[in-house]
T-cell receptor, first 112, second 112 residues
């Protein structure tokens, strides 16, 4: 079993839809949870950064972490064609030197 | 756009050759981590440098080595290149105080 599981998709939605992206993980030591957006083999861009369980909202994006279920989600409201990209979840432990463990990424396609 | 820059953006090497990739970290960040991203996969941790010392290593052979300089820029060296080394190589900068990791645009290495 991989440490972080993420459905690779592709996930196809019409413009304006609410998108839900998810990851599950097995390592209970993970404390910090991130979502990155990656366009066509460019460098990942940090979208959301959360600590422990709870919700965080930033514009059209909401990140949720449920540590009891080892499950994290990213919601995108009013999705736009420009949101079409691969979304990577990543997580790390409590140490300031912790490195990131990534999921495989979910490819999202938003059609006009 | 982050302040992390990588060079070169693309290169092609022959099996058995050696390659050096470079990364300039974001201002204020003293930690650099390198990741390898194969096509269709999430980034995999190679190693991390903190204040010029290797501070952790993933499951990569010794022919992957690195350096960090006093200005916190870094190099990744790969010796005896193999076809499977073809990937996008990503550099991320962070600090123990600011655990958010910001990535450069990556170097796409093709080994033929």
């Amino acid at each position: 079993q991989k440490e972080v599981e993420q459905d690779p998709g592709p996930l196809s939605v019409p413009e304006g839809a609410i998108v839900s992206l998810n990851c599950t993980y097995s390592n209970s030591a993970f404390q910090y949870f991130m979502w990155y957006r990656q366009y066509s083999r460019k460098g990942p861009e940090l979208l959301m950064y959360t600590y422990s369980s709870g919700n965080k909202e930033d514009g059209r994006f909401t990140a949720q972490v449920d540590k009891s279920s080892k499950y994290i989600s990213l919601f995108i409201r009013d999705s736009q064609p420009s949101d079409s990209a691969t979304y990577l979840c990543a997580m790390s432990g409590s140490s300031g030197y912790s490195t990131l463990t990534f999921g495989k990424g979910t490819m999202l396609l938003v059609s006009p | 756009e982050t302040g992390v820059t990588q060079s070169p953006t693309h290169l092609i090497k022959t099996r058995g050759q050696q390659v050096t990739l470079r990364c300039s970290s974001q201002s204020g960040h003293n930690t650099v981590s390198w990741y390898q991203q194969a096509l269709g996969q999430g980034p995999q941790f190679i190693f991390q440098y903190y204040r010029e010392e290797e501070n952790g290593r993933g499951n990569f052979p010794p022919r992957f080595s690195g350096l960090q300089f006093p200005n916190y820029s870094s190099e990744l060296n790969v010796n005896a290149l193999e076809l499977d080394d073809s990937a996008l190589y990503l550099c991320a900068s962070s600090s123990p105080e600011d655990r958010r990791a910001f990535f450069g645009q990556g170097t796409r290495l093709t080994v033929v």
